[in-house]
């Protein structure tokens, strides 16, 4: 009974969700405010299953403490993530790319890690079913030492400075191309390219480097899969906007530099990018100056309204 009542109110709220329009335009996308669950479903969004080139997200951490934006715990959070593998998959593109931010867990009351985490990466694979790509890492060297019992209060842990970043399709080859996020040669890999003198020949490692091996200019070097970010600015056109107008600035902001990495490494102007659990809507905002359309879902409007400071234009 409760089951079936409770998918009669979500019907009821996907008509309600599907009638009314985006609570946030721009000239390549917009924001619907509602649950992502009970959103996908509505009719505004449906028209878009299959056109989807990237889902680009950060989903509530599972974590042991509840937070303002929302968080489930255990089972619970398992059950819940794993049921967007099949509803995400709907709306992708045949080579289209799902990539999840997830954070670690602790164990409540104990010194050792939550393999939490990594059973609801496996539940929303195996949902899907999706192949997993390639895992990132997020590596923020500015972060504060937690968790803090553990960390700074009994000195038996370091802290925890990075979250896993995973990247799945439903193929083994979606649209990437490495060559749009080469980063700056190094002062040395200059020189290299410059005087064409390198020690050729085998490595310890058991590699064996060419005579022409390295002499090639790329235009940039690959960059590896460590995204190193600092993501401590206390001063920022989103959070100006914010203060000015009296809203809440939302506590887990996914940094700006993961948002443009992704979309750049894996989608075209034009292509579409969805969100489904935007916050204050930083792959949104990334998606539009990349000169990508945008879809993103977020139920808090305060987060919606104070999303407007990262399309606000600045000198």
């Known amino acids: 009974m409760k089951k079936a009542k409770a998918r009669k109110d979500n019907e009821a709220q996907a008509r309600k969700l599907g009638q009314n329009h985006r609570v946030l335009r ?3 996308g917009g924001t619907y405010c509602g649950r992502a669950e009970i959103a996908l479903a509505s009719r505004n ?11 680009l997200t950060s989903p509530p951490f599972p974590l042991n403490r509840k937070k303002k934006y929302g968080n489930l715990q255990g089972e619970e959070y398992i059950n819940w993530l794993s049921s967007f593998g099949r509803l995400l998959k709907d709306f992708l593109r045949p080579d289209g790319s799902i990539v999840i931010e997830i954070g670690n867990g602790w164990e409540p009351g104990y010194p050792t890690m ?3 985490p990594i059973r609801s990466l496996l539940g929303f694979l195996d949902a899907g079913p999706f192949f997993l790509c390639q895992q990132f890492v997020s590596h923020n060297p500015a972060r504060l030492p937690s968790p803090a019992q553990w960390v700074t209060v009994e000195r038996i842990r370091v802290k925890d400075s990075f979250t896993h970043i995973w990247w799945m399709s439903t193929t083994h080859r979606p649209k990437a191309d490495n060559r749009r ?3 700056p040669y190094s ?3 200059k020189k290299l390219l410059r005087t064409g003198k390198y020690n050729a020949g085998a490595r310890p490692s058991e590699h064996h480097i060419g005579n022409k091996s390295f002499l090639t200019d790329n235009s940039g070097a690959i960059p590896p899969n460590v995204i190193s970010v600092s993501n401590t600015s206390s001063v920022d056109p989103y959070q100006n906007y914010c203060r000015q107008n009296g809203l809440a600035i939302h506590p887990a902001r996914m940094a700006s530099e993961i948002a443009y990495f992704f979309i750049e490494f894996l989608t075209k102007p034009g292509d579409l990018v969805l969100d489904p659990f935007a916050g204050s809507n930083t792959t949104g905002a990334a998606a539009e100056k990349l000169g990508r359309r945008w879809i993103a879902i977020e139920p808090n409007a305060d987060y919606i309204r104070g999303s407007k400071g990262r399309f606000q234009k600045t000198d």
């Open 26 to 28: 721009t000239k390549l």
């Open 114 to 116: 939550s393999t939490l």
């Open 181 to 183: 996020i080469l980063k």
């Open 187 to 189: 002062e040395s890999m």
């Open 45 to 55: 969004l449906k028209r878009y299953k299959g056109q989807v080139q990237l889902v």
